[in-house]
């Protein structure tokens, strides 16, 4: 294993591009679902303006960024644990490995998110989207951080 110091380095590649990937999921299932692509986001912010923001559907700094930020940062926390426990025997390329291993991250995030986590604190998106959405999320997290991992793996390969 690789030390929490890379592997916090390198969480913020893997944790941003499963940000992004799972943000994008979001905003298609808001705009699918319910015709809001924004109202996914702004239930994140739910941690600070409670559950109002869940019912909030349009851009605001207040909701829109605070939940992205939000968001963000989670993703960045789960991907130094992809990062600690996978990253050192990555290759590059985004193979059947990769994807389990991210997929398998991304399961525990949804176990701690909803099974773990007192209610007040879950991601708040699952108020605004189905339970197929849900699956979505995660799903495009699993892919962002194995995406993430290829980037990071393609570029300690050109240094080497």
Known sequence: MGTWRRASRDAL??????????????????????????????????????????????????????????????????AVFYEKLFGPRRRPGVDARALADAAMISALACFVDYRLTPRRLTPGYEKRVSRTSLFAVYAAFAVGLALGGHVIASRSKEHS
């Open 13 to 78: 590649i893997s944790g941003s591009a499963a940000s992004i990937a799972s943000t994008s999921a979001l905003l298609v299932c808001g705009a699918l679902e319910g015709g809001r692509p924004l109202a996914p986001i702004n239930a994140i912010s739910h941690w600070y303006w409670g559950e109002r923001a869940a019912r909030r559907s349009g851009p605001s700094f207040r909701h829109t960024v605070m939940g992205y930020v939000t968001h963000h940062a989670a993703a960045i926390f789960w």
